[in-house]
């Protein structure tokens, strides 16, 4: 069996087709959404990261507001920048970037974040409105492996789901993600008993360790869906190269599953675009507009 491959960027791309579609409509009546996003310091992952975000924010036709502040910005000042972004109602979306410089405690400026505004979905009102159900917004990675699920799996319920990782950005969301989709979740981590037999339960497996090629094809359950979160940058086959993989081992996967997403170009993809969908909802929601189906 050769699995299908899940591609990431054209479902990437269907999706912001889709909020361009919503946002033109919102201009026909004068509302033009903006997202703020915040960049302290001079990290370069990040620094690309957030130039990424603006040029499709820009190309869905929302307002972009940028905030590049030095690695010496105080927390009191951006503080002070998270308040002025929260009362601005040209503003719908907040993002702050993490990592934030050590001297700056990350979890404060999240919370100080207006929860109708966090595009994150970091803030923990609206951790707690996805836990019990509630309209929220919904983090943008997590959000994005449900959705790459489901374009092979349109109904997960009643399958069995495992995630792999249960930290607060990936593993936990995606988790809530499924079990809101009425699978039957288990989630392993570090201290999980014997791992590969967990694993191999999976009708939709979600690989969230940060280990490269860590969860081998054996593990695989014969024509399950596997959704490989992980990024990690590896030596290259030639000297002084490198090169991207997951936290699955692909070309051992790729032999077992029913589909899989590749690392590069599967769930890398999806976090800006739905970031995007995140933002729209913002907008719609402040506005007490319906919500569209994106
Ligand atoms: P993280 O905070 O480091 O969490 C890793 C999780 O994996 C932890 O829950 C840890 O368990 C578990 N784990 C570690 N070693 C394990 C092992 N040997 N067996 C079983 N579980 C193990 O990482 P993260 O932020 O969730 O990110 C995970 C991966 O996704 C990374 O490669 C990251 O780069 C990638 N990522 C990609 C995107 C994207 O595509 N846009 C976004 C975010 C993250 P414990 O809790 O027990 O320690």
């Known amino acids: 069996m050769t699995a299908i491959r899940i591609d990431g960027a054209t479902e990437a791309a269907r999706l912001r087709g889709r909020v361009a579609e919503e946002v033109a409509r919102l201009a026909s009546a004068g509302i033009q959404p903006g997202l703020a996003v915040v960049l302290v310091g001079d990290d370069p992952a990040s620094g690309v990261y957030v130039g990424s975000k603006k040029r499709l924010t820009v ?11 030095p690695a010496s910005t105080g927390e009191r000042e951006l503080l002070d920048l998270v308040a002025a972004l929260n009362a601005d109602p040209e503003v719908d979306g907040i993002l702050v970037q993490l990592p934030l410089p050590a001297h700056i405690d990350a979890a404060k400026v999240l919370v100080a ?28 990675t997590p959000q994005g492996c449900v959705r790459l699920a489901k374009t092979v799996l349109p109904d997960l319920a009643g399958l069995e789901a495992v995630v792999v990782g249960r930290s607060n950005i990936v593993g936990k969301p995606v988790a809530q993600l499924l079990l809101a989709e009425s699978a039957t979740v288990t989630i ?17 497996l979600v690989a969230a360790v940060g280990r490269p090629e860590m969860i081998r094809g054996e593990w695989i359950r014969p024509g399950a869906v596997v959704i490989d979160v992980g990024i990690n940058r590896v030596a290259g086959r030639e000297p002084g190269k490198t090169r991207l993989v997951g936290d699955v081992a692909y070309a051992e996967a790729v032999a077992v599953a029913g589909a899989i997403t590749p690392v590069p170009g ?29």
């Open 59 to 69: 190309e869905v036709g929302m307002r972009s507001i940028d905030h590049v502040l």
């Open 113 to 140: 974040i207006d929860p109708d505004k966090d595009v994150d979905g970091f803030h923990p009102v609206n951790v707690g409105r996805l836990a019990t159900g509630m309209p929220s917004l919904v983090p943008c």
């Open 188 to 204: 392993a981590h570090s201290r999980t008993r014997d791992l590969p037999e967990v694993c191999r339960r999976a009708d939709i």
């Open 266 to 294: 599967g769930v890398g993809p999806m976090t800006i675009a739905c970031l995007l969908a995140n933002a729209l909802q913002a907008a719609c929601a402040r506005r007490g507009l319906p919500l569209p189906a994106l």
